[in-house]
C-alpha cells in the first residue's frame, strides 16, 4: 500500500526557513513524480513544486527561487526548503506522489508565517 507522511511545518517569523519531509511507503520516491501542494485558507489547493524520476524540478511563479524541492533515494523522501518565508505562504502544506497515474495524498502539515 502507498502511503506518504508529511513532517517539519509549524510557526516561522517571515523571513524565516523551515524545510518539509515527505516520507513515502509502497512506492520509491526514485521511480514517481513526487510534489508539494499547499492550501491557503479559503483558497483552492495550488502546485508548489514538484520533481520527477529524472530529477527535473518545476516551481509555481510565487516560490521560485525562494524554495528548493529535492529527493533522498536512501531514505526514500522528498523535501521542500523553504527560505525567505512571507506571511502568504501560511497553508497547508500536501504531499502527492504519482504513481503511475494513480494519486497518493498525504494528510498534510501546517505552516504557520506570523509575529
Known amino acids: 500500500q502507498v502511503q506518504v507522511v508529511e513532517s517539519g511545518g509549524g510557526l516561522v517569523q517571515p523571513g524565516g526557513s523551515l524545510r518539509l519531509s515527505c516520507a513515502a511507503s509502497?512506492?520509491?520516491?526514485?521511480?514517481?513524480?513526487m510534489a508539494w501542494y499547499r492550501q491557503a485558507p479559503g483558497k483552492e489547493r495550488e502546485l508548489v513544486a514538484y520533481?520527477?524520476?529524472?530529477?527535473?524540478?518545476t516551481y509555481s511563479d510565487s516560490v521560485q527561487g525562494r524554495f528548493t524541492i529535492s529527493r533522498d533515494n536512501a531514505k526514500n523522501t522528498v523535501y521542500l526548503q523553504m527560505n525567505s518565508l512571507k506571511p502568504e505562504d501560511t497553508a497547508v502544506y500536501y504531499c502527492l506522489l504519482n504513481y503511475y497515474g494513480n494519486l497518493y495524498w498525504g494528510k498534510g502539515t501546517l505552516v504557520t508565517v506570523s509575529t
Open positions: 520533481i520527477t524520476s529524472a530529477s527535473k524540478t
Open positions: 509502497g512506492s520509491s520516491v526514485s521511480v514517481v513524480t
